[in-house]
């Protein structure tokens, strides 16, 4: 099983990500919130220097996030 972890931040902290030590490749392929200021980037292996002080979530902890109303939009009835 992958060791694969996820870390919530600040769409403010997007500019200090260093891409080539996360599994995304910018600041442009990364989903936000519905408000639109908060983002994650995941990893690897060893925590990035760059993530430093953040807290790092599970898969399944990310999925619980994920789902929330905070990240998903709700369903608009026909």
Request: proline share 4%; with cysteine; net charge negative.
């Amino acid at each position: 099983m992958s060791d694969r972890q996820y870390v919530i931040i600040n769409a403010t902290d997007v500019s200090s990500v260093n891409f080539d030590d996360v599994l995304e490749t910018s600041g442009d392929t990364l989903r936000y919130n519905i408000a639109g200021d908060e983002t994650f980037v995941k990893y690897e292996g060893p925590k990035p220097r760059c993530l430093y002080g953040k807290d790092t979530l599970s898969h399944s902890a990310m999925l619980t996030v994920l789902s929330g109303e905070a990240w998903t939009a709700p369903m608009e009835e026909l």
